[in-house]
């Protein structure tokens, strides 16, 4: 399932004119691209959905979606740069599952969803991926777990080709299978949590700010307080306790350092980091376990 297909059917819905569609895409699009729509993009757009049912007209879940897109326009409005985790976590659930959905390969309606945050790292075996955002996410989150904490929360500038190296190490090893049997399924809210640490640190207590460097040090064998998992990623209290749950049981530290093998010498030189997370020690541990439903 993907973009269009991740609602149930109803019999009561109401049917909508390709117009009412027209107009729903263009609102969900306008708050999720920053732009409005051209009248042959809106036009291909309502074709593709309509037709993603299998059908000329639009009922059932085709309208039941379109409920759930417009719920959507609030989370995802707004500049990405500067998106809480909360609005990167509703964006990424929807880019996530379209990605991979047979039916929509092709089509313009994913390209668009493709546009603002490209997908760098997808793996077909677990249906996860990481956009670009993602990937610059982890390199700074690596920074701030080797100073301690101690690294200002802000961003660095990347070249594109040292964000290319990085993705490309997970790409190649996810195709080989040479150390990572499958992109671990925190991954996809690297870029989620990052914001969060920007956005809250400074509001975080001096015994909170101890439990996300404990975390980051140790992993599940010092879990933070519940309420973290939920307020930094940006996760619902349920989703949190999910989280932590996974967190103790799938241990995939050791596999993403060797994953990243190739890329230690880039990032030393590129973002002054003395030395990488040794095997065994937290490299992006609180981004290494997520649940997989609803999220990505």
């Given amino acids: 399932m993907g973009l269009l297909g991740f609602v149930y059917s109803t019999s009561n819905a109401d049917e909508r004119s ?39 007209t639009c009922e ?32 990424h659930v929807i880019t996530s599952p379209s990605y991979f959905d047979p039916k929509l390969q092709g089509s313009l309606i994913l390209r668009l969803l493709n546009g603002p945050d490209p997908v760098l790292v997808a793996d077909p075996k677990s249906k996860r991926l990481m956009t670009e955002k993602d990937v610059v996410a982890l390199i700074h989150i690596l920074v ?42 925190g991954m996809p809210v690297t870029a989620e949590f990052w914001a969060g640490l920007q956005q809250q640190w ?15 040090d140790h992993g599940a064998d010092k879990p933070m307080p519940d309420r973290l998992y ?28 060797e994953t990243l093998n190739h890329s230690r010498t880039l990032m030393r030189m590129r973002l002054g980091v003395s030395s990488w997370s040794q095997p065994g020690t937290m490299m992006t541990r609180p981004l290494d376990y997520m649940p997989g439903t609803p999220y990505p």
């Fill in 60 to 91: 059932d879940s085709c309208v039941k979606y379109l409920e759930q897109l417009r719920q959507l326009v609030p989370r995802i409005r707004g500049n990405l740069d500067q998106a809480e985790n909360h609005n990167l976590l509703a964006r």
């Fill in 18 to 56: 390709a117009q009412d569609v027209s107009a729903e895409l263009s609102s969900f699009f306008k708050a999720f691209l920053d732009r409005r729509l051209s009248a042959s993009e809106r036009r291909k757009v309502t074709e593709e959905y309509i037709a993603y049912y299998g059908s000329d």
């Fill in 144 to 185: 701030f777990q080797r100073s301690k904490g101690e690294t200002p929360i802000e961003e660095r500038t990347l070249s594109e080709s040292e964000i290319a190296q990085i993705a490309n190490a997970f790409n190649q090893a996810l195709s080989e299978g040479t150390g990572l049997q499958k992109l671990p399924v």
């Fill in 202 to 216: 400074s509001q975080l207590s001096a015994t909170e700010r101890q439990a996300v460097r404990d975390y980051l």
């Fill in 230 to 257: 939920s307020q930094l990623i940006g996760l619902s209290p349920a989703d949190a306790l999910e989280f932590k749950a996974i967190d103790s049981t799938e241990k995939m530290t050791q596999l993403l350092d």
